[in-house]
T-cell receptor, first 112, second 113 residues
Framework: DAGITQSPRHKVTETGTPVTLRCHQT?????MYWYRQDPGHGLRLIHY???????DKGEVSDGYSVSRSKTEDFLLTLESATSSQTSVYFC???????????FGPGTRLTVL | GDSVTQMEGPVTLSEEAFLTINCTYT??????LFWYVQYPGEGLQLLLK?????DKGSNKGFEATYRKETTSFHLEKGSVQVSDSAVYFC????????????FGTGTLLAVQP
């Protein structure tokens, strides 16, 4: 257990509304990641963070923004949700001095 | 670009059968290799890993060997159980600034009693 929680765990929203997903870790790991999981694609990186206020884009970042104002929280925001953003979102942390990532329980987001 | 190719499922086996799930990756540098497992309704759990050529990762009866010459990391288990039913993901970390994981598309394993 890497001490990662995600909230909410499930959310249904409507097209055009803003949505923020939260990832919280208890062990002060420097690197945090947001992935989305879709059938036929496995998991794909949306954004990642390598420290407070230090973030960068992944391969599917369009339509998403992130913020990290403190070590333990990494927020993913959909400014104006679209149906193509219906997915399961996973947060991950990287263990220091290794390249191993551990994942949170996921958030299932449905955009109607 | 970097990619991971994983055998498509679903794979349906009877209990105690031998399991192989194939995984190959593009040969860029010296990546670390991982297998993750996702049980129904749950998140991803790290199953095993290998960080250099000829390393064997193992856990819960599952094994995978880092084969650099064939750029493969096939997952095997000698005798599967119903409780092994899950989706299995092969993943590769090529390192660099992001340390991001590149995932295969996942293989659904269904084990029947």
């Amino acid at each position: 257990d890497a001490g990662i929680t995600q909230s909410p765990r499930h959310k249904v929203t409507e097209t055009g509304t803003p949505v923020t997903l939260r990832c919280h870790q208890t062990e002060n790991h420097r690197y945090m990641y947001w992935y989305r999981q879709d059938p036929g694609h496995g998991l794909r990186l949306i954004h990642y963070s390598y420290g407070v206020k230090d973030t960068d884009k992944g391969e599917v970042s369009d339509g998403y923004s992130v913020s990290r104002s403190k070590t333990e929280d990494f927020l993913l925001t959909l400014e104006s949700a679209t149906s193509s953003q219906t997915s399961v979102y996973f947060c991950a942390i990287k263990i220091p001095s290794t390249d191993t990532q551990y994942f949170g329980p996921g958030t299932r987001l449905t955009v109607l | 670009g970097d990619s991971v190719t994983q055998m498509e499922g679903p794979v349906t086996l009877s209990e105690e059968a031998f399991l192989t799930i194939n995984c190959t990756y593009t040969a860029t540098g010296y990546p670390s290799l991982f297998w993750y497992v996702q049980y129904p309704g749950e998140g991803l759990q790290l199953l095993l890993k290998a960080t250099k050529a000829d390393d064997k990762g193992s856990n819960k009866g599952f094994e995978a060997t880092y084969r650099k010459e064939t750029t493969s990391f096939h997952l095997e288990k000698g005798s599967v159980q119903v409780s092994d039913s899950a989706v299995y993901f092969c993943a590769v970390n090529y390192g660099g600034a992001t340390n991001k994981l590149i995932f295969g598309t996942g293989t659904l394993l269904a084990v029947q009693p």
